[in-house]
Antibody, heavy 126, light 106 residues
Framework: QVQLQESGPGLVKPSQTLSLTCTVSGGSISSGSYYWSWIRQPAGKGLEWIGRIYTSGSTNYNPSLKSRVTISVDTSKSHFSLNLSSATAADTAVYYC??????????????????WGIGTTVTVSS | SYELTQPPSVSVSPGQTASITCSGDKLGDKYVCWYQQKPGQSPVLVIYQDNKRPSGIPERFSGSNSGNTATLTISGTQAMDEADYYCQAWDSSTAMFGGGTKLTVL
């Protein structure tokens, strides 16, 4: 059974880059037609999708964060990563990684995330 | 940008049916999924492709989507179903979440 585990600094200074890694275990990150996503959740608030990457390297980002976000994948290490530049206090949140499944049926497209990591808390503060 | 709107809270008595809505422009033209999140835990997928249940999700969870509204229905609601529920759809190469609904089982 596939498991995901986030890792990275729990404290980031303002204006620095927030960097996290998600390690995939129990299955190959490059097998199957899966996407690999990052999602975040500020304390007491809802979920915000950050972006996703396919194992080919193609990416999609939330337009609200696109200018600051980079998601990359390293299939040899079975992990994918998130870099969020110019961090501010508004980036303080629990960050989740997740496996995504997508397909088109006619003109309809679906995308859902079926396996999630346990999340890691990142605080942006000096 | 596309928006999904959920009621902030829904209350239900144990054993009754809970309905949680998710509204968006022509949402019926998109596929919707639903996640359950309990305090301090990661979200869990409970419905995908409007009305499909992942393995391990009880049959009391069902979904529908038509017009501008998708609905998550929980039949015979149990105390363990008390949680936050989020709808999610895909639009313009972006995954969109609703604001979430807190389900209280009284």
């Amino acid at each position: 059974q596939v498991q995901l585990q986030e890792s990275g600094p729990g404290l980031v200074k303002p204006s620095q880059t927030l960097s996290l890694t998600c390690t995939v275990s129990g299955g190959s990150i490059s097998s199957g037609s899966y996407y690999w996503s990052w999602i975040r959740q500020p304390a007491g608030k809802g979920l915000e999708w950050i972006g996703r990457i396919y194992t080919s390297g193609s990416t999609n980002y939330n337009p609200s964060l696109k200018s600051r976000v980079t998601i990359s994948v390293d299939t040899s290490k079975s992990h994918f990563s998130l870099n969020l530049s110019s961090a501010t206090a508004a980036d303080t949140a629990v960050y989740y990684c997740a496996r995504g499944i997508a397909a088109a049926i006619g003109s309809y497209y679906y995308y859902y995330m079926d396996v999630w990591g346990i999340g890691t808390t990142v605080t942006v503060s000096s | 940008s596309y928006e999904l709107t959920q009621p902030p809270s829904v209350s239900v008595s144990p054993g009754q049916t809970a309905s949680i809505t998710c509204s968006g422009d022509k949402l019926g033209d998109k596929y919707v999924c639903w996640y359950q999140q309990k305090p301090g835990q990661s979200p869990v997928l409970v419905i995908y492709q409007d009305n499909k249940r992942p393995s391990g999700i009880p049959e009391r969870f069902s979904g529908s989507n038509s017009g501008n509204t998708a609905t998550l229905t929980i039949s015979g609601t149990q105390a363990m179903d008390e949680a936050d529920y989020y709808c999610q759809a895909w639009d313009s190469s972006t995954a969109m979440f609703g604001g979430g609904t807190k389900l209280t089982v009284l």
